[in-house]
């Protein structure tokens, strides 16, 4: 049985870093992602990390957050920089096979964690 499971959230000030971590069995070399959202908000994409190594990151968190991967432990790092306000959210792990054109697409991903609490204070 395929388990995901997404922990290392909490609360920093603004401009502090965190690393949220997701951690997958059974499953073979997946593509993995983040996604966030927020109460009343669709769940919105942050970043991926496809089983080719590619990477891809949304425009509003570029540059401040970075996927790593630790395949001996099957898990995957979210390292989360220059945090602001508007990075407060409930952070979700997602993986499963998915083609290219749908790698920004929660739709396209099979598995999920339960999500993660990341709360950064102005």
């Known amino acids: 049985q395929v388990q995901v499971l997404d922990s290392g959230g909490g609360a920093v000030e603004t401009g502090g870093s965190l690393t949220i971590s997701c951690r997958i069995s059974q499953l073979s070399r997946p593509d993995m992602a983040w996604f966030r959202q927020v109460p009343g908000k669709e769940r919105e994409f942050i970043a991926a990390r496809r089983r080719d190594g590619h990477l891809y990151y949304a425009d509003s968190v570029k540059g401040r957050f970075t996927i790593t991967r630790d395949s001996a432990k099957n898990t995957m790092y979210l390292q989360m920089n220059g945090l602001k306000p508007e990075d407060t959210a409930v952070y979700y792990c997602?993986?499963?096979?998915?083609?290219?054109?749908?790698?920004?697409?929660?739709?396209?991903?099979?598995?999920w964690g339960q999500g993660t609490q990341v709360t950064v204070s102005s």
């Open positions: 997602a993986a499963g096979t998915v083609i290219l054109s749908r790698t920004h697409d929660e739709s396209g991903y099979y598995y």
